[in-house]
């Protein structure tokens, strides 16, 4: 079964400065990747997702993230944050491969910016 | 266009106590998700509906039914409440394959006393 794995369950980094959030991915088939956003009391909504292509994908709010199938990871970047961008986010995996139609969710990273 | 709409948004339930938690979208997606929300857990499945008519189990389904009334709408249903049941509890849409983006609704809190 897949996996996702997000080692670092809270980032705090200041004002300005970059960011990278850690996900990693256990499947030695191919994979569908993709990474939300969740602000205090509301749902999740899409950042950016990887399918097939360049290994670098943009999304919204200045936020990237590179695939890399060698190291199985997703990891999530951006070179100055915002107050704004507190929130917890989530890297996830769909399970394609087994003809099912889930989606394996890691547990999170709760991203503190600090003024 | 609303998107993914759940009802109710907060609820409390004492042990043993029976509810349903509705769900319905208006994107004319054909895959329709419940998960739960526990801190440190991220999200887990509890039952999915891959297209109208269908529906599977997913990571966590024990205590919970589910209903596919018809493409709009999947409700979860809590027959017996149980503590560990208090959680944030979310829907999810998806146009068709597992590529697409889920939408997800605002969520439901759920205290069982």
């Known amino acids: 079964a897949q996996s996702v794995t997000q080692l670092d369950s809270q980032v705090p980094v200041f004002e300005e400065a970059p960011v990278e959030l850690r996900c990693n991915y256990s499947?030695?088939?191919?994979?569908?990747l993709f990474w939300y956003v969740q602000y205090p009391n509301q749902g999740l909504q899409l950042l950016l997702k990887?399918?097939?292509?360049?290994?670098l994908v943009k999304g919204i709010n200045g936020f990237e993230a590179e695939f890399n199938k060698s190291q199985t990871s997703f990891h999530l970047r951006k070179p100055s944050v915002h107050i704004s961008d507190t929130a917890e986010y989530f890297c996830a995996v769909s399970d394609q491969p087994s003809g099912t139609y889930k989606y394996i969710f890691g547990t999170g990273t709760r991203l503190k910016v600090l003024a | 266009n609303a998107g993914v709409t759940q009802t109710p948004k907060f609820q409390v339930l004492k042990t043993g106590q029976s509810m349903t938690l509705q769900c319905a979208q208006d994107m004319n997606h054909n895959s329709m998700y419940w998960y739960r929300q526990d801190p440190g857990m991220g999200l887990r499945l509890i039952y999915y509906s891959a297209s109208e008519g269908t529906t599977d189990k997913g990571e966590v389904p024990n205590g919970y039914n589910v209903s596919r009334l018809n493409k709009r709408e999947f409700s979860l249903r809590l027959e017996s409440a149980a503590p560990s049941q208090t959680s944030v509890y979310f829907c999810?849409?998806?146009?068709?394959?597992?590529?697409?983006?889920?939408?997800f609704g605002p969520g439901t809190r759920l205290t069982v006393l």
């Open positions: 999810a849409s998806v146009k068709a394959l597992s590529t697409d983006t889920q939408y």
């Open positions: 990887y399918l097939s292509g360049s290994t």
């Open positions: 499947s030695s088939v191919s994979v569908y």
